[in-house]
């Protein structure tokens, strides 16, 4: 059973328990009869905000795992500057299942009418 993939997840070890506490030892000898039981541990990803020069809001998330779900993005502050409607609105699990490397986030601006 090598060369075990999840896609977002690192495999972690087999068990003998349901709790997953007790990792089986590699090359041990197992009973006749046993119940394994794999653990996976999610991937912590960074996330990089490619602002133009705005500032990030406090509340978006700087790293997220496919089990963080459905997040907000809220808007990032440029002085003469607003985030140009509908860009940035795709939430982060949707780019999540397109990459799974290191997220970049961008938001591109327009001029304020002054």
Known sequence: MENLERTGYRFDGW???E???KRINPGGK???SVTLYDKWIPITYSVTYDLGGGQNSEKNPQFITIESG????YPSIRTEWSL???AGTENLSS???KVFMRIFIWKPY???DL
């Open 15 to 17: 068990f003998v328990d």
């Open 19 to 21: 709790a997953r506490t």
């Open 30 to 32: 197992l009973p006749g």
């Open 70 to 73: 459905l997040k907000k993005l």
């Open 84 to 86: 140009r409607a509908g």
């Open 95 to 97: 780019i999540f299942r």
């Open 110 to 112: 327009m001029a304020k």
